[in-house]
C-alpha cells in the first residue's frame, strides 16, 4: 500500500527508513521522499514511527 501517492512511496518502505534511524517526518522525507509533496501523507508516517517505536521498544525491568 502507497503512503506517499505523490512519490510513490510504499508503506514497508517508509517501515524500513524508520528502522534504519529516521525518528521525525523530516528525516522520512528526507531518506525516501515521503510527507515532501502535498502532505497528506504526513499523518501516516506519524503513526508509522510511533508504531515501529513501539515494536522496538525493549519491555520494561521491574
Known sequence: M?????YHVREREVQAVIRNG?????E???AC???TGCGSCLDRICELIKEES???RLPMVA
Open 2 to 6: 502507497y503512503v506517499c501517492i505523490c
Open 22 to 26: 529516521a525518528r521525525t517526518e523530516e
Open 28 to 30: 522520512v522525507g528526507d
Open 33 to 35: 521522499g515521503a510527507g
Open 54 to 56: 513501539a515494536e522496538t
